[in-house]
């Protein structure tokens, strides 16, 4: 029997991968997207056949988490084995300034797909983006039974999705889970995150086509993982026997300033020569350090990453070079990329 999954959040980063790892284990998958002026399936579009096509897997919605009765008649449709909820506004910066629109898709979104599995009254598995960011100001290294303590409008709103997903698993014996992931990276990262921000201005600055680099806090320290492998963890957390909530990291952390060392100088590069700083960037409340402990993952679900923070700053300064010399280019070309970087 052929398996079928949904994908809030397709368009984004995990969701793509997420996507191409579940077309290749034969799922049928179908993402939700958000109507927009614009085309935004760029990150999928490598993955999309046309749905005429007797062979295609992928089908792609309208839907958005604002809007809980087409959550309902969506997944009364789709009637999926596996539901993953990845859309969000990430953002942490931009929590702080859009508070209510984020406390409305990070957090509320996520009782609107929960309603939504059981009023529509389908059987299924469902995954929660929950996040190393509940950790907040609690000191590393981080592990499942790390008390959370928020610093974001962002990490507020995670918080409620996390306990509301617990919450529904308990109250209604669903088979639902939190994966709370610390940050993971590729080519495929949003441009306004730090590494993608650092190493596409390498690559820019590489080219002569920029100067300088303006950033926030350098002392920051994060547990960099690859997308890849995480959304590999993902799936593993769906087959377990047992729901349970679990920590995904690599366990090696690096600050921001270490990371710019390394991409700049992959590129032959100074980082001091081109880095300024802008109190833009910075946040009202800083999460200073993030390291995670995934012995969990690693024992009960047999994961095991293998690229560290100081491996993807290399990994993605040559994919946005690649990208920058070859200029639109689809992203398969990237994907190739981030199999060689990545051994
Ligand atoms: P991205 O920001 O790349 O993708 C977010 C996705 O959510 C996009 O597809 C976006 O659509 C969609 N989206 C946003 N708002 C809505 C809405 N109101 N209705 C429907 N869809 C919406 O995030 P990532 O892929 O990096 O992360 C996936 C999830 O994991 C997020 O929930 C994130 O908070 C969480 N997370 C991420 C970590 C990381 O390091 N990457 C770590 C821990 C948790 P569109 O393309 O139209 O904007
Ligand atoms: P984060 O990721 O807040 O950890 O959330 P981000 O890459 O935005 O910031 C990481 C650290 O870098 C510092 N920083 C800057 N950040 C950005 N974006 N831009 C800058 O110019 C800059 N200068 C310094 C930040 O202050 C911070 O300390 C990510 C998101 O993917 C969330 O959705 C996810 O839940 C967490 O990771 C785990």
Excluded: C
Excluded at 278 to 303: H, Q
Aim: hydrophobic letters at 40%; aromatic letters at 10%; proline letters at 4%.
């Amino acid at each position: 029997m052929t398996k079928r999954a949904l994908i809030t959040g397709i368009t984004g980063q995990d969701g793509s991968y997420l996507a191409e790892l579940l077309l290749a284990k034969g799922y049928e998958v179908h993402g939700v997207i958000r109507r927009a002026s614009t085309f935004n399936t760029a990150r999928i579009d490598h993955l999309y056949v046309d749905p005429h096509d007797p062979n295609a897997k992928l089908f792609l919605h309208y839907g958005d988490l604002s809007d809980g009765a087409r959550l309902v008649t969506l997944l009364a449709q789709v009637d999926p084995d596996e539901v993953y909820n990845l859309a969000a506004q990430s953002h942490v910066r931009v929590s702080f300034d859009e508070p209510e629109h984020t406390a409305d898709t990070t957090g509320t979104g996520t009782i609107r797909m929960l309603e939504a599995v059981r009023l529509s009254g389908i059987k299924t598995r469902f995954y929660q983006a929950s996040s190393s960011e509940l950790y907040g100001a609690t000191r590393p290294p981080q592990n499942e039974e790390s008390p959370f303590y928020p610093r974001s409008p962002y990490a507020a709103a995670k918080l409620y999705s996390f306990w509301i997903t617990k919450n529904y698993r308990e109250a209604y014996d669903m088979f639902a889970v939190n994966g709370i992931l610390f940050n993971h990276e590729s080519p495929r990262r949003g441009e306004t995150f730090v590494t993608r921000k650092i190493t596409r201005a390498v690559a820019a600055i590489n080219a002569g086509k920029q100067e300088f680099l303006y950033m926030g806090n350098l002392d920051a320290v994060r547990d960099w993982g690859y997308a890849a492998e995480y959304v590999e963890g993902m799936w593993r957390m769906l087959q377990a026997d047992v729901p349970d909530d679990y920590v995904l990291a690599t366990g090696v952390g690096i600050t921001v300033r270490e990371f710019l060392e390394i991409a700049f100088s992959h590129a032959g590069l100074n980082w001091e020569d081109h880095v300024r700083f802008d109190e833009r960037y910075l946040r009202p409340t800083e999460v200073d350090a993030l390291i995670g402990d995934s012995t969990k993952a690693r024992r009960n679900l047999g994961w095991t990453p293998t690229v560290d923070g100081r491996a993807l700053a290399k990994l993605m300064v040559a994919a946005d070079v690649e990208a920058l010399e070859h200029a639109g280019r689809p992203w398969t070309d990237q994907v190739r990329l981030t199999s060689w970087g990545s051994t």
